[in-house]
């Protein structure tokens, strides 16, 4: 049984930063697909960040502000993201596939259950 728990989120202000973290079990984060996902009201969810087996995608959107990073040890998968802008203000969630699924919500079944991030 696969579990995802997201954690980290909260309010900032511009410019600051936060690091997420997405607590797993029953799933290797570093040989399994990790990626993270975004969505704010009235939009669609947004890919974020990709990674398995040591290499990484980051979206466009946000590459040079965010990172992301895993301990095998912790089986813990972070987003560190920096020079927040409210237009980062959403939702954010983590999730894994077996096999990469790219940025594309839709491919991805097991989902976290969220965390806030306000940026003001």
């Known amino acids: 049984h696969v579990q995802l728990v997201e954690s980290g989120g909260g309010s900032v202000q511009a410019g600051g930063s936060l690091r997420l973290s997405c607590g797993a079990s029953g799933v290797n984060v570093q040989t399994n697909c990790m990626a993270w996902f975004r969505q704010a009201p009235g939009k669609e969810r947004e890919g974020l960040a990709v990674?398995?087996?040591?290499?990484?995608a980051i979206a466009s959107s946000v590459k040079g502000r965010f990172t992301i990073s895993n301990d095998g040890a912790k089986n813990t998968l972070y987003l560190q993201m920096n020079s927040l802008t409210p237009e980062d203000s959403a939702v954010y969630y983590c999730?894994?596939?077996?096999?990469?699924?790219?940025?594309?919500?839709?491919?991805?079944?097991?989902w976290g259950q969220g965390t806030q991030v306000t940026v003001s």
């Open positions: 999730t894994t596939r077996r096999t990469c699924g790219g940025f594309q919500s839709s491919r991805y079944d097991i």
């Open positions: 990674t398995k087996d040591g290499s990484s």
